[in-house]
């Protein structure tokens, strides 16, 4: 079992930059991993995801160009570097890690997923 814990989050000014951190108490080798986010009153949504290895990344369009994940999984870390952050980006943040059994596609639904952190709070203010 994998427990995830995230970091990082607060509040920021639009434009502004946050980087969020997953730490995780086991090992995330053989894990994709995934950010997703989820405002009030808006189902849960897919951010950002990274294969097991770090070789390929996917990002939501809302966030290409502005998001970066990458991980270190020799210190079983996961970050989420955001830039020129906007308002709409406010969320509650969530770090979910998806075991590799058949395939290693990134996979963007978050039923799929199958640890999850407890979720951090960013807020953007305009």
């Known amino acids: 079992q994998v427990q995830l814990i995230e970091s990082g989050g607060g509040l920021v000014q639009a434009g502004g930059s946050l980087k969020l951190s997953c730490a995780a108490s086991?090992?995330?080798?053989?894990?994709?991993m995934g950010w997703f986010r989820q405002a009030p009153g808006k189902e849960r949504e897919f951010v950002a995801g990274?294969?097991?290895?770090?070789?390929?990344?996917r990002y939501a369009d809302s966030v290409k160009g502005r998001f970066t994940i990458s991980r270190d999984n020799a210190k079983n870390t996961v970050w989420l570097q955001m830039n020129s952050l906007k308002p709409e980006d406010t969320a509650v943040y969530y770090c979910?890690?998806?075991?590799?059994?058949?395939?290693?596609?990134?996979?963007?639904?978050?039923?799929?997923?199958?640890?999850w952190g407890q979720g951090i709070q960013v807020t953007v203010s305009s």
């Open positions: 990274i294969r097991w290895s770090g070789g390929s990344t």
């Open positions: 979910a890690a998806d075991r590799v059994i058949l395939s290693s596609d990134i996979k963007t639904t978050s039923r799929t997923y199958d640890y």
């Open positions: 086991g090992r995330i080798s053989g894990y994709n």
